[in-house]
T-cell receptor, first 107, second 122 residues
Framework: SYELTQPPSVSVSPGQTASLTCSGE??????VCWYQQRPGQSPVLVIY???KRPSGIPERFSGSNSGNAATLTITGTQAMDEADYFC??????????FGTGTKVTVL | EVQLIQSGTEVKNPGASVKISCKAS????????IHWIQQAPGKGLEWMGL????????RFAERFQGRVTITADTSSDTAYMELSTLTSEDTALYYC???????????????WGQGTLITVSS
């Protein structure tokens, strides 16, 4: 079955840039979404179709997808961005796969 | 405002079944697939399956095939997820979520319920 791998944790200082990766075989051939999950809350879509932001998501969130990896970039990270982030893609159009998740800590 | 409101916490014995609900509002329920996602304590997200509310078509993740039933009632704009033969490994938070593309299976999930905690314990 298809797998998406993320680093368990990323630490970033306030105002700095955080780059979160999501690795999967030929991932560039699939559309990738990213979800933010703050502690005790439901996930929220922050990036879809590799690099598009839903209405209401700050411009500091951006995405890219190339080769075997997708990247979520948070530019000018704020304390409120501290959360778990999950990438997600569809495998063959029949099965949804989530990444293992990355915990972002804003120090 | 688009909302998905889920039913409350359930506590079940091993071997039992559980059925939880997800009430939709603020959009045309029949136009968008509803998906169910499992999140075990301290763990990641795992897709369980989906239902097309319009015609009841379902698809399931291999891991849950045969043990999960997902249905939708367009008269009440409510989706249901039933999980049978429960074990302690089913203790988790269960979310319903909707796809964001009309009649689209492969679509981002743009609205999530608040989650329903199912605890399996003797």
């Amino acid at each position: 079955s298809y797998e998406l791998t993320q680093p368990p944790s990323v630490s970033v200082s306030p105002g700095q840039t955080a780059s979160l990766t999501c690795s999967g075989e030929d991932l560039a051939k699939k559309y990738v979404c990213w979800y933010q999950q703050r502690p005790g809350q439901s996930p929220v879509l922050v990036i879809y179709h590799d690099n598009k932001r839903p209405s209401g998501i700050p411009e500091r969130f951006s995405g890219s997808n190339s080769g075997n990896a997708a990247t979520l970039t948070i530019t000018g990270t704020q304390a409120m961005d501290e959360a778990d982030y999950f990438c997600q893609a569809w495998d063959g159009g029949t099965s949804c796969v989530f990444g293992t998740g990355t915990k972002v800590t804003v120090l | 405002e688009v909302q998905l409101i889920q039913s409350g916490t359930e506590v079940k014995n091993p071997g039992a079944s559980v059925k939880i609900s997800c009430k939709a509002s603020g959009y045309n329920f029949g136009d968008y697939y509803i998906h169910w996602i499992q999140q075990a304590p301290g763990k990641g997200l795992e897709w369980m399956g989906l239902v097309d509310p319009e015609d009841g078509e379902t698809r399931f993740a291999e891991r849950f095939q045969g043990r999960v039933t997902i249905t939708a009632d367009t008269s009440s704009d409510t989706a249901y997820m039933e999980l049978s033969t429960l074990t302690s490994e089913d203790t988790a938070l269960y979310y319903c979520t909707k796809g964001s593309v009309v009649r689209g299976i492969i679509a981002p999930f743009d609205c999530w319920g608040q989650g329903t905690l199912i605890t399996v314990s003797s």
